[in-house]
């Protein structure tokens, strides 16, 4: 009834590119920022926190000074760190995939330097009056004890999570790799033919605007006439429609790999724009 909406560009292979230098620059001092924060704010909040927590000892009285500008510096700090994950997220290119890898490559930004600097706060945090229970003499919960090892638990946390995002990224960035390396190719030996429409299923998924499809498409090859099903993003205007043609790139060697575009010549594309319009509310 209601479609998806995408965030992204449509990615074109031929254009495909493995995530440049960019992304690197930019995550050196998004680690730095997000390393600065997690120091700031290790010191000026969960320092805090904790006191009160484990001896109900109010540390945010006149003589709060220090932790206040550590609290000022986090907020800057985080900021920072937040706009420079965010042009991570683009560093990846303007594609779905693209963008994918951009998110993880921020969220291990985030997550080893949160570890970083967490992990240079520890010296620093500040000891509780009494250890095992609050004052006067209310032993300490469980729950007590768990906050009192909290600056060795908040950057053990964060660098479990760096590491699972250099693993996931890696992964990440080894099938992009492959998947440019396939379109690449596709580019360079790949035979363009057109094709005919033999049946169009709408995903109901948006992509910017783009309605997404699912098609059977019949084309010519050297050892004759072949059916695929594939999925092609085009412009409403040039949605494919049982009976238009399309542009195929094939190649030879295996004529499953293919690209399907739209045919803009083909009038009879775009003809049933009612089918996917997308939802006003």
């Known amino acids: 009834m209601f479609g998806t909406f995408e965030f992204g560009l449509p990615e074109d292979p031929r254009q495909a590119r493995r995530p440049g230098l960019r992304l690197w620059l930019l ?50 700090s985080i900021t920072v760190a937040s706009s420079l994950g965010f042009a991570m997220l683009w560093g990846g290119g303007m594609s779905l995939r693209g963008m994918g890898v951009g998110f993880r490559a921020s969220s291990l930004a985030a997550s080893l330097g949160i570890a970083l600097g967490t992990g240079a706060a520890i010296p620093s945090w500040t000891p509780p009056e009494s250890v095992g229970k609050r004052l006067p ?11 009192y090892y909290e600056p060795y638990l908040v950057p053990a946390v964060a660098g479990v999570a760096a590491l699972v995002m250099i693993m996931v990224l890696g992964r990440a960035f080894v099938t992009k790799a492959e998947a440019d390396d396939r379109a690449q190719a596709l580019a360079q030996t790949g035979r363009q033919v057109m094709g005919h429409v033999l049946g169009v299923e709408f995903t109901n998924v948006w992509v910017m605007g783009n309605p997404r499809f699912t098609v059977q498409v019949r084309f010519p090859t050297d050892a004759g006439e072949r059916t695929v099903v594939a999925t092609m993003i085009t412009p409403p205007l040039q949605a494919p429609a049982r009976g238009s043609t399309v542009k195929v790139t094939y190649d030879p060697r295996d004529p499953d790999s293919v690209r399907i575009d739209p045919d803009p010549a083909d009038r009879a594309s775009g003809g049933n724009l009612g089918a996917f319009l997308p939802p006003l509310f």
């Open 27 to 76: 995550g050196v001092p998004t680690t730095l920022a997000w390393a600065v924060a997690g120091w700031s704010g290790a010191l000026g909040l969960l320092d805090g926190f904790r006191l009160m927590s484990l001896n109900r000892v109010d540390t945010w009285g006149a003589d709060a000074g220090p932790a206040v500008s550590l609290v000022l510096l986090f907020s800057i």
């Open 137 to 147: 003499s209310e032993p300490w919960t469980d729950a007590d004890w768990i906050v």
